[in-house]
């Protein structure tokens, strides 16, 4: 690839995904790409070996910008982990992995820049993607859970009374309780198997679920509907809130986009008429656009560096 290279890793809770972007472009250098197994439960040590192969093998310059994608709590600022009684990462709480990760990456790195992966999806895809040209736009991931950043200009907003407590909409409520109480993979399984008089432990996945609506299964239509248009109700208040231009939404559930976005956009009008027209998009940029936003913002010469 031409011009300046930024390597970036997206770390999750089950694998890391590996790449070399191109700063300005933000093409991501298909050759790089790797995604590999990453075992969260095991030793700070342990993980930081995992992660140190794998940047090894984008071999970045000397001296090299790099950018890091990791799921909170984490301190972005110093690149010390606070993952306490959330069930991965444990052995990281309180570690500095960015002191580690520059005495394990070969070359030295001159600077590790981290942010939060949610955060590293909305800007991939203000970069690139369907939040290009928005000043105000919400970002949303539907996976286990409910990620989110909220972005002026390009640029994540995590307090103020304008935003969900810590920029993340996992922590609003609905009918009283924790909106992923509703609008979950645990909580759609749940939903369904319940239903349906199934075992919790043998229920079906949500993509089976989605498959079983589509083939007019009525029960899996309604526990779609209902915690998709939960989550529409809670995002009118959020859009109005924020005053967002736009909802990008991505992540594996947003794949069932037949199913999500009719929902989602019914329990938004049933809460705000005036958002019955509100624009909805599918993210553009569903498995780049972390890497691409997690280079953009190491670009910007952010304050995250470790």
Known sequence: MSGNTIPVLEIGGTHLTAAVVESGTWVIDRDSLARVDLQAQGTAESLVEEIGAAADALRGEPGATWSVAIPGPFDYDQGIGRF?????????????????????????????HFLNDADAFGIGEYAL????????????????????????????????????????????VYQGRPLENTVSRRAIRAAYSDAA???????????????????GDETARLVLDRAFGA???????????????????????????????????????????????????????????????????ASLGSDTES
């Open 197 to 215: 008089g199934l075992s919790p432990d043998s229920g079906p996945d949500v993509h089976t679920i989605a498959e079983l609506s589509r083939a």
């Open 129 to 172: 993607g369907a939040a290009r040209g928005n000043e105000r736009a919400i970002c949303i991931t539907l996976g286990t859970g409910v990620g989110s950043t909220f972005l002026i200009n390009g640029q994540p907003v995590s307090t103020g009374p304008a935003v969900s407590p810590d920029g993340s909409i996992h922590h609003e």
């Open 231 to 297: 989550l529409g109700e809670t995002l009118a208040i959020v859009i109005s809130r924020f005053d967002a231009g736009i909802l990008v939404i991505g992540g594996s559930m947003s794949r069932s986009w037949d199913l999500v976005e009719p929902a989602i956009r019914a329990g938004m009008a049933l809460a705000d008429p005036r958002l019955a027209e509100f624009r909805i998009e599918q993210a553009i940029l569903p498995d780049d656009a972390a890497l691409v936003g997690a280079a953009y913002w």
């Open 84 to 112: 306490e009684h959330v069930g991965k990462f444990d052995s990281l709480n309180g570690f500095d992995l960015g002191e580690a990760l520059m005495k394990r990456i070969k070359p030295t790195p001159g600077t590790i």
